[in-house]
């Protein structure tokens, strides 16, 4: 992808944020006049694009699409987290239509996913302001490492410190495609828009952001951080699973938080004496 100038890539503190919440907020980043196009282009559809398909094919140059990823905080975001050419997934236009009685189960958009040094990212995107009683985006934060597949959480209503999405038009959030999420019923007289893109990445997703504050201790604190869901227990669980993906990431073998991985990885190969 190009843009007019060079995107504005991700801090460590930032992506070690990602890595621990599963998420990324950007409030009101995409200006008002972009947003004003969204919703006509969003009305009308956006033709799908084939699960493979290169972002360069599957937005042409100068559409509404293309320009939007292209805005030059969008692409700093989705460069530091997939890397350069990424391909599509798919994409969607969500529409939540006024008082339409019933809410999206908690789910996540992904089958039982193995993977611990790769993921995909989604877009999600708000071209209008987004109130409380418009049933925004839920999510559950802190969700995305833990192995479940699509909709086996659809069963839980409600979790302590979950997210329920009430943001400024333009606004952008970045998401593992591994966290819980669903979409709230609509009380208000207004159909709420988000359009949705999940990429795929085509390079390996190592440093790829800017790394210059890779040893600020506010990293560390972020990969530590606990959510008001967890169980006691697999609370490590969940820590030990951002290690290893922080492991991944920077191709730093050594970094631990607590010596979590470093004693289940404890392999001595010297002979008693």
Request: glycine fraction near 6%; hydrophobic fraction near 35%.
């Amino acid at each position: 992808m190009t843009t007019t100038s060079a995107p504005k890539l991700l801090t460590s503190v930032q992506m070690a944020h990602f890595v621990s919440h599963g998420s990324l907020r950007l409030d009101a980043v995409v200006p008002p006049e972009l947003n004003a196009e969204a919703m006509e282009v969003l009305r009308e559809g956006i033709r799908a694009a084939p699960h493979g398909t290169p972002v360069t094919l599957a937005y042409p140059e100068g559409s509404f699409v293309r320009r939007l990823i292209e805005l030059d905080t969008l692409a700093g975001v989705l460069h530091s987290l997939v890397g350069p050419e990424p391909h599509i997934d798919h994409h969607a236009v969500h529409v939540r239509q006024p008082h339409e009685g019933q809410a999206q189960p908690l789910h996540a958009d992904a089958i039982i996913d193995v993977r611990p040094d790769a993921f995909d990212v989604q877009l999600m995107y708000y071209p209008s302001e987004v109130t409380l009683e418009m049933g925004g985006t839920l999510s559950v934060p802190g969700s995305h490492l833990r192995r479940t597949n699509e909709s086996d959480t659809g069963r839980y209503q409600n979790l302590r410190g979950q997210s329920r999405l009430v943001c400024p038009a333009g606004t952008v959030v970045f998401m593992h495609h591994g966290l819980w999420h669903g979409g709230r019923r609509n009380d208000s007289d207004t159909a709420r828009y988000m359009f949705k893109i999940r990429f795929n990445p085509t390079v390996r997703q190592r440093r790829l952001w800017d790394t210059s504050d890779l040893e600020d201790p506010r990293v560390a604190a972020e990969l530590d951080v606990h959510f008001p869901w967890y169980e006691h227990a697999t609370s490590r669980l969940e820590r030990y699973n951002r290690v290893l993906l922080w492991r991944a990431l920077t191709g730093d073998e050594d970094f631990d938080l607590e010596h979590w991985v470093t004693r289940v990885s404890n392999r001595p190969r010297g002979a008693a004496a």
